[in-house]
T-cell receptor, first 116, second 114 residues
Framework: DGGITQSPKYLFRKEGQNVTLSCEQNLNHDAMYWYRQDPGQGLRLIYYSQIVNDFQKGDIAEGYSVSREKKESFPLTVTSAQKNPTAFYLC???????????????FGPGTRLTVL | AQSVAQPEDQVNVAEGNPLTVKCTYSVSGNPYLFWYVQYPNRGLQFLLKYITGDNLVKGSYGFEAEFNKSQTSFHLKKPSALVSDSALYFCAVRDGSSASKIIFGSGTRLSIRP
Protein backbone atom coordinates (compact mmCIF):
# COMPACT_ATOMS: atom_id res chain seq x y z
CA ASP A 1 0.00 0.00 0.00
CA GLY A 2 3.00 2.30 -0.50
CA GLY A 3 3.43 5.41 1.60
CA ILE A 4 -0.25 6.13 2.13
CA THR A 5 -2.02 5.42 5.38
CA GLN A 6 -5.73 5.53 6.08
CA SER A 7 -7.40 5.37 9.46
CA PRO A 8 -9.40 3.89 10.90
CA LYS A 9 -9.62 0.57 9.05
CA TYR A 10 -13.22 0.10 10.18
CA LEU A 11 -15.64 2.85 11.19
CA PHE A 12 -19.19 2.69 12.43
CA ARG A 13 -21.52 5.66 12.25
CA LYS A 14 -24.90 6.28 13.70
CA GLU A 15 -27.60 7.98 11.69
CA GLY A 16 -27.17 11.78 11.72
CA GLN A 17 -23.50 11.76 12.69
CA ASN A 18 -20.60 13.29 10.79
CA VAL A 19 -17.43 11.21 10.63
CA THR A 20 -13.96 12.01 9.33
CA LEU A 21 -11.69 9.58 7.53
CA SER A 22 -7.97 10.21 7.67
CA CYS A 23 -5.53 9.97 4.75
CA GLU A 24 -1.83 10.72 5.05
CA GLN A 25 0.96 10.28 2.48
CA ASN A 26 4.73 10.60 2.72
CA LEU A 27 5.40 10.29 -1.01
CA ASN A 28 5.65 14.05 -1.57
CA HIS A 29 2.83 13.79 -4.11
CA ASP A 30 0.96 16.92 -5.10
CA ALA A 31 -2.34 15.26 -6.01
CA MET A 32 -4.62 13.35 -3.68
CA TYR A 33 -7.97 11.66 -4.32
CA TRP A 34 -10.90 10.12 -2.50
CA TYR A 35 -12.87 7.26 -4.06
CA ARG A 36 -15.90 5.34 -2.95
CA GLN A 37 -16.15 1.64 -3.82
CA ASP A 38 -19.44 -0.24 -3.84
CA PRO A 39 -19.84 -3.85 -5.01
CA GLY A 40 -20.09 -4.10 -8.78
CA GLN A 41 -19.63 -0.37 -9.35
CA GLY A 42 -15.89 0.05 -9.42
CA LEU A 43 -14.39 3.26 -8.05
CA ARG A 44 -16.25 6.54 -8.06
CA LEU A 45 -14.39 9.81 -7.49
CA ILE A 46 -15.63 11.91 -4.58
CA TYR A 47 -13.10 14.76 -4.37
CA TYR A 48 -9.58 15.44 -5.55
CA SER A 49 -6.89 17.98 -4.83
CA GLN A 50 -4.00 18.88 -7.09
CA ILE A 51 -2.33 21.33 -4.71
CA VAL A 52 -2.49 22.48 -1.12
CA ASN A 53 -5.49 24.67 -0.24
CA ASP A 54 -7.31 23.72 -3.42
CA PHE A 55 -9.71 20.86 -4.22
CA GLN A 56 -12.41 20.00 -6.73
CA LYS A 57 -15.60 17.98 -6.64
CA GLY A 58 -15.61 14.62 -8.31
CA ASP A 59 -18.58 12.70 -9.64
CA ILE A 60 -20.32 12.04 -6.31
CA ALA A 61 -19.35 14.91 -3.97
CA GLU A 62 -22.79 15.49 -2.43
CA GLY A 63 -22.80 14.74 1.30
CA TYR A 64 -19.01 14.82 1.57
CA SER A 65 -16.46 17.51 2.40
CA VAL A 66 -12.65 17.68 2.34
CA SER A 67 -9.77 19.95 3.29
CA ARG A 68 -6.18 20.18 2.09
CA GLU A 69 -4.30 22.30 4.60
CA LYS A 70 -1.10 20.27 4.31
CA LYS A 71 0.47 18.50 1.36
CA GLU A 72 0.60 15.24 3.31
CA SER A 73 -2.99 15.16 4.49
CA PHE A 74 -6.40 15.00 2.79
CA PRO A 75 -9.15 14.13 5.29
CA LEU A 76 -12.66 13.28 4.12
CA THR A 77 -15.75 14.09 6.19
CA VAL A 78 -18.89 12.08 5.55
CA THR A 79 -21.74 14.32 6.65
CA SER A 80 -25.25 13.45 7.73
CA ALA A 81 -26.41 14.69 4.32
CA GLN A 82 -24.93 11.56 2.71
CA LYS A 83 -27.92 9.25 2.74
CA ASN A 84 -26.18 6.00 1.89
CA PRO A 85 -22.64 6.22 3.25
CA THR A 86 -21.98 2.52 3.87
CA ALA A 87 -19.08 1.72 1.52
CA PHE A 88 -15.35 1.12 1.24
CA TYR A 89 -13.43 4.39 0.95
CA LEU A 90 -10.07 4.59 -0.78
CA CYS A 91 -7.56 7.41 -0.74
CA UNK A 92 -4.91 7.75 -3.44
CA UNK A 93 -2.11 10.08 -4.43
CA UNK A 94 -0.02 10.75 -7.51
CA UNK A 95 2.54 13.04 -9.01
CA UNK A 96 0.66 15.69 -10.95
CA UNK A 97 1.36 18.21 -13.64
CA UNK A 98 1.25 18.48 -17.41
CA UNK A 99 4.16 16.11 -17.85
CA UNK A 100 2.98 13.62 -15.28
CA UNK A 101 -0.40 12.44 -16.58
CA UNK A 102 1.10 9.04 -17.28
CA UNK A 103 1.99 8.43 -13.65
CA UNK A 104 0.03 5.84 -11.74
CA UNK A 105 -1.89 6.45 -8.54
CA UNK A 106 -0.81 4.96 -5.22
CA PHE A 107 -3.62 3.75 -2.98
CA GLY A 108 -4.07 3.48 0.75
CA PRO A 109 -5.46 0.32 2.43
CA GLY A 110 -8.98 1.75 2.67
CA THR A 111 -11.57 2.46 5.37
CA ARG A 112 -14.77 0.47 5.58
CA LEU A 113 -17.60 2.66 6.85
CA THR A 114 -20.81 1.13 8.12
CA VAL A 115 -23.91 3.01 9.18
CA LEU A 116 -25.67 1.42 12.13
CA ALA B 1 -15.74 12.09 -23.09
CA GLN B 2 -13.58 9.21 -21.99
CA SER B 3 -14.74 5.82 -20.83
CA VAL B 4 -13.48 2.34 -20.05
CA ALA B 5 -15.32 -0.97 -20.11
CA GLN B 6 -14.59 -4.35 -18.59
CA PRO B 7 -17.15 -6.59 -20.24
CA GLU B 8 -16.73 -9.58 -17.91
CA ASP B 9 -17.74 -9.41 -14.25
CA GLN B 10 -15.94 -12.68 -13.56
CA VAL B 11 -13.33 -14.83 -15.26
CA ASN B 12 -12.67 -18.41 -14.17
CA VAL B 13 -9.45 -20.19 -15.14
CA ALA B 14 -7.73 -23.40 -14.10
CA GLU B 15 -4.31 -23.09 -12.49
CA GLY B 16 -1.55 -23.35 -15.08
CA ASN B 17 -3.74 -22.20 -17.96
CA PRO B 18 -3.34 -18.82 -19.67
CA LEU B 19 -5.64 -16.03 -18.54
CA THR B 20 -7.04 -12.93 -20.22
CA VAL B 21 -8.98 -10.10 -18.59
CA LYS B 22 -10.55 -7.80 -21.15
CA CYS B 23 -10.61 -4.00 -21.26
CA THR B 24 -11.77 -1.57 -23.94
CA TYR B 25 -11.56 2.19 -23.81
CA SER B 26 -12.66 5.40 -25.47
CA VAL B 27 -10.73 8.67 -25.38
CA SER B 28 -10.52 11.56 -27.80
CA GLY B 29 -6.77 11.99 -27.50
CA ASN B 30 -3.87 9.68 -26.71
CA PRO B 31 -4.81 6.99 -24.18
CA TYR B 32 -2.85 6.39 -21.03
CA LEU B 33 -3.91 2.93 -19.81
CA PHE B 34 -3.42 1.24 -16.46
CA TRP B 35 -4.14 -2.08 -14.75
CA TYR B 36 -4.55 -2.42 -10.99
CA VAL B 37 -5.23 -5.42 -8.75
CA GLN B 38 -7.19 -5.45 -5.50
CA TYR B 39 -7.09 -8.19 -2.88
CA PRO B 40 -9.96 -8.46 -0.36
CA ASN B 41 -10.29 -5.48 1.97
CA ARG B 42 -7.15 -3.87 0.57
CA GLY B 43 -6.31 -0.88 -1.57
CA LEU B 44 -5.50 -1.12 -5.26
CA GLN B 45 -2.00 -2.09 -6.34
CA PHE B 46 -0.53 -0.89 -9.62
CA LEU B 47 0.34 -3.68 -12.10
CA LEU B 48 1.37 -2.01 -15.35
CA LYS B 49 0.69 0.87 -17.71
CA TYR B 50 0.86 1.87 -21.35
CA ILE B 51 1.88 5.42 -22.20
CA THR B 52 3.66 5.11 -25.53
CA GLY B 53 6.04 2.82 -27.37
CA ASP B 54 5.93 -0.97 -27.49
CA ASN B 55 2.37 -2.29 -27.62
CA LEU B 56 3.21 -5.19 -25.30
CA VAL B 57 3.73 -3.99 -21.76
CA LYS B 58 5.16 -6.19 -19.02
CA GLY B 59 4.31 -5.64 -15.38
CA SER B 60 4.37 -7.11 -11.91
CA TYR B 61 3.78 -10.77 -10.98
CA GLY B 62 4.28 -12.01 -14.55
CA PHE B 63 1.35 -10.05 -15.99
CA GLU B 64 1.45 -8.32 -19.36
CA ALA B 65 -0.99 -6.31 -21.43
CA GLU B 66 -1.30 -5.63 -25.12
CA PHE B 67 -2.32 -2.22 -26.41
CA ASN B 68 -4.37 -2.49 -29.61
CA LYS B 69 -5.17 0.93 -31.04
CA SER B 70 -7.44 -0.28 -33.84
CA GLN B 71 -9.59 -2.30 -31.44
CA THR B 72 -9.23 0.28 -28.61
CA SER B 73 -8.36 -2.54 -26.24
CA PHE B 74 -5.84 -3.16 -23.47
CA HIS B 75 -6.35 -6.77 -22.37
CA LEU B 76 -4.44 -8.12 -19.37
CA LYS B 77 -2.76 -11.49 -19.86
CA LYS B 78 -0.66 -14.06 -18.07
CA PRO B 79 0.73 -17.23 -19.68
CA SER B 80 0.21 -19.49 -16.66
CA ALA B 81 -2.28 -18.63 -13.90
CA LEU B 82 -1.63 -19.14 -10.20
CA VAL B 83 -4.23 -19.60 -7.47
CA SER B 84 -2.72 -16.51 -5.82
CA ASP B 85 -3.73 -14.44 -8.87
CA SER B 86 -7.34 -14.67 -7.69
CA ALA B 87 -8.40 -11.07 -7.04
CA LEU B 88 -10.34 -8.11 -8.45
CA TYR B 89 -8.73 -6.42 -11.44
CA PHE B 90 -9.37 -2.86 -12.60
CA CYS B 91 -8.56 -1.26 -15.92
CA ALA B 92 -8.22 2.53 -16.00
CA VAL B 93 -7.78 5.14 -18.71
CA ARG B 94 -6.76 8.76 -18.90
CA ASP B 95 -6.71 11.06 -21.89
CA GLY B 96 -3.04 11.97 -22.18
CA SER B 97 -3.79 14.97 -24.34
CA SER B 98 -5.80 16.89 -21.77
CA ALA B 99 -6.00 17.60 -18.07
CA SER B 100 -8.69 14.98 -17.58
CA LYS B 101 -9.12 12.67 -14.63
CA ILE B 102 -8.39 8.96 -14.61
CA ILE B 103 -11.46 6.77 -15.13
CA PHE B 104 -11.71 3.25 -13.66
CA GLY B 105 -13.62 0.31 -15.07
CA SER B 106 -16.11 -1.61 -12.98
CA GLY B 107 -13.68 -4.41 -12.26
CA THR B 108 -13.35 -8.09 -13.18
CA ARG B 109 -13.13 -10.78 -10.54
CA LEU B 110 -10.54 -13.38 -11.50
CA SER B 111 -10.91 -16.80 -9.92
CA ILE B 112 -8.19 -19.41 -10.39
CA ARG B 113 -9.18 -22.97 -9.45
CA PRO B 114 -6.50 -25.46 -8.35
Amino acid sequence: DGGITQSPKYLFRKEGQNVTLSCEQNLNHDAMYWYRQDPGQGLRLIYYSQIVNDFQKGDIAEGYSVSREKKESFPLTVTSAQKNPTAFYLCASSIEGAGARGNEQFFGPGTRLTVL
Amino acid sequence: AQSVAQPEDQVNVAEGNPLTVKCTYSVSGNPYLFWYVQYPNRGLQFLLKYITGDNLVKGSYGFEAEFNKSQTSFHLKKPSALVSDSALYFCAVRDGSSASKIIFGSGTRLSIRP
